[in-house]
């Protein structure tokens, strides 16, 4: 039988001071604003950083979500009230998936 998940993938980051992985709401709740900031495991306390990779992971999330309301906007001919609620599902879209994206290490590093 073919396993096609691979090992090597962690679908929800995991603090490399404890080895922890962190659960879906601690990392939600833990997102930074900025890329420079520092997350805490809610484990051990010691701040995590987001990985170069991880960073470009989130920046291309924002674009594809960006741009698709755009087109969706562009293409239609959608209410004021249409286009407010397509905006709130996107950036809704955003931050629940933006966990799965995230990858953290030990030192900042920037974009």
Known sequence: MVSFKRKDVRPIPTCQH?????????????????????????????SQYLTTKAQGRQVLLSLVITFSIIAFIEHSAA??????????????????LTPFVMEVSNKRTLL
């Open 79 to 96: 209410s004021t009230l249409l286009t407010f609620i397509s905006f709130i599902i996107g950036v809704a879209g955003l931050i629940l």
């Open 18 to 46: 404890c080895s922890s992985t962190w659960s879906w709401h601690d990392t939600l709740k833990s997102q930074p604003l900025l890329f420079g900031s520092g997350l805490t495991c809610s484990y051990c306390g010691k």
